[in-house]
């Protein structure tokens, strides 16, 4: 009896599991959106240089630190030489032991090393913004992903549909043929749109997957894992009020990543002046040395020869420079270049936001007036199409016909679809210029 229970329960156990196993995750926009802001891997890629640019700034404050070095040495000589421990002549075989320790401090450098943190402050500021560029990037590249595979999957619906349709008025076409009432050609169109019928729901289903696919690759989920998207319930939808396009631009300009860096570009190649523009001043260092030696040709021992011969050195070095062949100058007007470069940009990048915010404005306007068009066609021909299915029913309609309208209806459903989810892109895509979250 025992042995029966246990089989049982693994059964139901093994069933238990199968059932987790099949269900498959449905992701709601949000979900989506949060997944590939985090795994994304080129967003990882500019994190990476974001933390690099912070290395590099860490990098350029410590350089005002001193640098110390250590040094130890031995050597042996045999005949005449000068033994550097005593700085004497000698002519005899020595062997001679020395330690230091050197130290350099740069006082002044032109002012280079305060301009080069101020600059690679600027530059992990810049690397920062391109992190809100790439996610942004990624949320848009989402949210057209989503929004086509909803229009997708939405079309799998009608195609459904329209299957069930056609597969129904197809059975009543064989009991018309077998009643005498129809001739063959009316049961063959019947039969021939309901093949069709089944090859459009099959592409349907194949256009949603490939939709999956790319929702997938931007999450960057792993091929084997299960997928699918929650429809959000918004089967009455009305196109929102669009926004003053001029409001729109103007805080784009206050809000977009990309425009604020290239704005630090000007502030950063102003440093690069002020950095070559330091080669033109002096530089002075602080160095120190402290030093000690043994020499065989000394009568003392080890320790004591260490703390008689020990020494210690301070001084300053100041180099001018004189010249260098215009190397100085050229980098100069090559800064100055590039800062005019940098303001040309600004301008370039302001122009491109304002085409990117005046189209998708236009889209906006333009797609609501589709839908507006759409939904009217679509009312029309479900209405023509729930007539013409009363009057096939009694005989007064032809299935070419019935066929016809059938197609119509279908063809109106998925303009009505299309001009639905191109609206909710574009007036999301306005949401995202004014600072808005994107939401579905």
Known sequence: MKPFIYICFFALSSLG??????????????????????????????????????????????SRLPIVNGSASQAFRNGQSIDPITSEFVDQQINTTSFGVNASVNLFQGNQI????????????????????????????VAEAYLQALYAKEGIVVAEKTLEASTKEAQQAKARLDAGSI?????????????????????????YEQQVIVLKQLLELEPEVEFDIVT??????????????????????????????????????????DI?????????????????????????????????????TVGLSLTIPIFNGFQTKAEVQKAKIAIDQSKLEVVSLQKEIYKNVATAYQNALSSQEQLEAAKAANKAAEESYKLAQKKYDLGA?????????QNTFTNAQLNYLQAKYLNILYNQLLQYYQGNAITL
Not at 124 to 139: F, R, T
Not at 245 to 270: F, N, S
């Open 397 to 405: 309609l032809s299935t070419t016909d019935l066929v016809v309208s």
């Open 183 to 207: 001739a063959m050609q009316d049961y063959t169109d019947a039969i021939s749109q309901e093949a069709t019928n089944r090859y459009d729901l099959i592409e349907a289903k194949n256009n």
């Open 276 to 312: 070559a523009k330091g080669d033109y001043l002096p530089t002075l260092a602080l160095t120190s040395s402290l030093g000690t030696g043994y020499t065989s040709s000394q009568d003392m021992n080890f320790s004591n020869q260490l703390n008689g011969n020990f020494n210690q």
């Open 17 to 62: 599991v199968f059932a987790q196993e099949s269900q498959v995750k449905q992701w709601t926009f949000q979900e989506c959106l949060e997944y590939a802001v985090e795994h994304n891997i080129s967003i990882k890629n500019i994190e990476y240089s974001a933390e690099t640019a912070n290395v590099t700034l860490q990098q350029s404050k410590d």
């Open 114 to 141: 305060k301009n080069r943190i101020k600059q690679n402050t600027l530059l992990a500021d810049q690397n920062s913004l391109y992190v809100e560029e790439a996610k942004n990037s990624i949320k848009l590249s």
């Open 232 to 273: 959000p319930n918004n089967d009455i939808y009305s196109a929102p009020i669009l926004p003053n396009k001029i409001a729109v631009y103007q805080a784009a300009l206050g809000m977009l990543p990309e425009y604020e860096a290239v704005k630090l570009d000007v502030d950063v190649t102003e440093k690069d002046l």
